[in-house]
């Protein structure tokens, strides 16, 4: 796999957890959420929401105040420029 963007290949195809981020990913793509509505609409521990999240944000895929509580995340510019890559990503994963 040669895709563009190794940033967003390492985090959804590199690791074990590449299909809970693409969960989380699409979630917030339909409307922004916060972490305690995510691990609710997904049926994930808050926990793992948190980790996924924080790792996304790192990338600067979501956008949001990871410190407030409460606090909305949406996608990034960044995200919505690299949506044809990602889409592919998220094919290509659920062909394996």
């Known amino acids: 796999i040669n895709y563009k963007n190794r940033e967003m290949t390492q985090l959804l195809i590199g690791r074990k957890g590449g299909r809970t981020t693409i969960k989380i990913i699409d979630q917030l793509l339909s409307q922004p959420n916060n972490m305690n509505q995510l691990s609710k ?56």
């Open 41 to 96: 609409i997904l049926k994930l521990d808050y926990k793992t929401v948190r980790y996924h999240m924080n790792l996304i944000l790192k990338l600067n895929l979501v956008e949001g105040d990871e410190d407030q509580y409460g606090s909305l995340f949406f996608p990034s510019q960044k995200l919505i420029n690299n949506l044809n890559e990602y889409e592919q990503i998220k094919e290509y994963l659920n062909n394996l």
